[in-house]
């Protein structure tokens, strides 16, 4: 990192620096010879020696009609990072208020194809819920995450010690896979003949996480305490009325 982009970084704007260094190498000059060293114009060299000034960066001496300006130390750029540390800490509180408020929004992320799709999945595994609400699609899910990373993904489920409480539709099984089970922590609930969930939906903290289909192969994650209640509300008038089927 060259000078000029670390004073940057700072907040210390490209031509504030020139400016700043120009001094530096000179010592002291006028604002016209100060301006000359920075390849910048007089007037242009005097309006940024006057926002310099203020910083401590500069000082000025006056003789006549002829100011002159002296560079200060480089250590007075430590002094302007500790006062915007220190302004900074006084404004913290409020900022983290303002935090804490917008945390209440609905917070919703967007991911495409399979490992969109993989990477939601593994988010249900990190829920403080013990267990998962589910509407499934089996067909799906197998296509587009892939069958045998779905398989790991339930075994690491199980694994977590983590419940599935799942309705499905027998439209979109594959075979008997995932049957209700006491050992794998399932239960399995299926909805009537002709009530086809394409869209698979899981529902755990509170979010919601929205799966689509071969066709539209994307995730959808919403993180909103309301939006997760309803669904689950829902959900539990679905459980309520879909046919159990006998764990294994």
Do not use: C
Not at 11 to 37: C, F, H, N, P, R
Not at 174 to 190: A, C, L, M, W
Not at 229 to 240: D, G, I
């Amino acid at each position: 990192m060259n000078i000029k982009q670390a004073l940057e970084e700072i907040g210390i704007g490209k031509t504030k620096a020139d400016v700043y260094l120009a001094a530096l190498e000179i010592g002291s000059g006028t604002a016209e010879e100060i301006g000359k060293q920075a390849g910048i114009p007089r007037t242009t060299a005097h309006e940024i020696l006057q926002q310099l000034l203020p910083k401590g960066l500069l000082s000025v001496t006056q003789e006549g009609r002829r100011n002159t300006y002296t560079a200060e130390s480089p250590k007075a750029l430590q002094r302007i990072l500790h006062e915007q540390e220190r302004r900074l800490l006084e404004v913290l509180p409020e900022l983290l208020s303002l935090h804490k408020t917008s945390s209440s929004r609905p917070r919703v992320r967007f991911y495409e194809g399979s490992d969109g799709i993989r990477t939601v999945f593994e988010d249900t595994l990190k829920s403080k819920t013990e267990t998962l609400s589910a509407i499934l699609s089996i067909q799906d899910i197998d296509k587009i995450a892939g069958a045998k990373w779905f398989t790991n993904y339930t075994k690491r489920r199980i694994e977590s010690g983590r419940r599935l409480n799942v309705i499905r539709s027998n439209e979109t099984e594959v075979g008997d896979k995932y049957p209700s089970s006491t050992s794998e922590n399932r239960e399995v609930h299926y909805a009537q003949s002709g009530m086809v969930f394409n869209l698979s939906v899981y529902l755990y903290d509170n979010k919601a996480a929205f799966f689509g289909t071969t066709k539209e192969p994307y995730a959808i994650l919403i993180e909103s305490e309301d939006l997760h209640q309803t669904l689950f509300n829902l959900f539990e008038v679905l459980w309520q009325v879909t046919r159990v089927k006998k764990a294994i």
